[in-house]
């Protein structure tokens, strides 16, 4: 059985799950900025991933996913959250660099027709926007 991430934990802690976070926390269980690769943790180990509102903050996106797919196991989930496109919390938190619509991880999909800039191959389970306090979209993938 493999270990269960929550990267960007903050100070959410979940049982099961090593929080990891770039500055240390009562959650935090590893210190690192998701920034830098490879993540401390072996290939082929994570049964699941939680990123929840993190990927917005980080720089480069394509490198995260391949990093993601690295470390996990086959049959992984990673569950994504993150603020949609069109919401004002996307675009009035300055630390966002990124922003996502419902499609944005069919690029990780090997049946995208522009699948060629990664080498992640994702299967997308779900998507689902929900109507929250700035519109809240949550993507699994495995």
């Known amino acids: 059985m493999g270990i269960k991430l929550n990267l960007g934990c903050g100070d959410k802690k979940i049982a099961g799950f090593i929080g990891v976070d770039h500055i240390k926390t009562a959650a935090a269980d590893v210190v690192h900025d998701l920034n830098i690769m490879p993540y401390p943790f072996t290939a082929d180990s994570v049964d699941e991933i939680i990123a929840d509102n993190v990927l917005e903050h980080l720089n480069d996106i394509i490198a995260v996913m391949e990093e993601w797919h690295r470390l996990c196991r086959p049959g992984a989930i990673i569950k994504i959250s993150l603020p949609y496109y069109k919401s004002s919390g996307a675009f009035s938190d300055p630390t966002h660099k990124h922003f996502f619509t419902e499609n944005s991880f069919q690029y990780f999909s090997p049946e995208h ?30």
Not at 121 to 128: A, D, H, Q, V
């Open 113 to 142: 027709e522009y699948h060629f800039y990664t080498k992640a191959k994702f299967k997308i389970l779900k998507t689902k926007l929900l109507a929250k306090d700035y519109n809240d979209q949550r993507h699994k993938l495995r």
